[in-house]
């Protein structure tokens, strides 16, 4: 089941990584938009790319994306829109601007649907300009649920700190999760630690100081007893190091009341966990709705763990407020 999704997304991805690789090399450089947060050649191209793809796959399936061709299309960004198309035509011989804003602009459905795709094509664009984790997430909502998530996580070495850098992430419900190199290779599973103490137990959080409130972090670390340093990376390369258990620990705190996470930024990695048998919810104890748009609107903040160590990061939240 799910095998012919399965192997579209992963070429995709994959597609989609060696894109943002080549824009890298070439100096990637960010435009701003409305909300002041940056955009490159290398989101567009990359949500260019695996929205065509899912498009002739599975042609009924709608697509949450988080970009959109607009600004694109201004005058003004004519130099980026040819950038763009460059890149992807490096993929897709004979792609004009046309299509690729075409294609770019299949992911801007917003409207809940029993069955879509959710996609970020750079999940932490700070971090891929720094040259540091980035990751391209997607993954396929069925009835709510996450069934089928892959994740390109091109600057992820490979387990350990091994040699090999680039590492491709798969799960599908209830089959487990997997990891591969990125340039090929063979597929291994993969599975959260096994520790249940708190005091040896290695939270991962963000590196940017407002996608989580890294103050409250530091609280409830001190009130479990975490003795180990936080791993800050960018992106959903932290559900990665979580579900092949190099990490037991990520929190998304909200910064401001009432803030809601959008579903790109987790849907791919928490099935991941899932799958390598850790436990995600909300800060409630609560599972994650996808179902309800481009927000996770029923959900307030994330919690990701082993699953071990899940029941007393609750009561812990609980007690801290």
Partial sequence: MFARELEVAVEALTQAARLCQAVHRQSAVAIAKNDKSPVTVADFGSQALVCRALAEG?????????????????????????????????????AAAGDVCGWIDRGGTRDPSPRFWTLDPIDGTKGFLRGEQYAVALGLVIVGQVTLSVLACPNL?????GAIRGAL???????????????GGSTRPIHVSDNGAPQVARLCESVEGGHSDQHASAELAQKLGLTLPPLRIDSQAKYAVVARGEADIYLRLPTVAGRREWIWDHAGGALLVAQAG??????????????????LSANRGVVVSNGKLHAALLAALRETG
Avoid: M, N, Y
């Fill in 58 to 94: 599975f042609p009924g399936d709608p697509i949450v994306a988080e970009e959109g061709s607009q600004q694109l299309r201004l005058p003004e960004q004519a130099s980026v829109l040819a950038d763009v198309v460059r890149h992807v035509a490096a993929f897709v011989p004979g």
């Fill in 157 to 161: 070495r490979s387990a350990g700190g």
């Fill in 169 to 183: 992430f798969t799960a599908v419900k209830g089959r487990g999760a997997h990891e591969q190199p990125l340039c």
């Fill in 278 to 295: 850790g436990s995600v919810t909300d800060l409630d104890g609560r599972p994650l709705d996808f179902s309800l748009g481009p927000k």
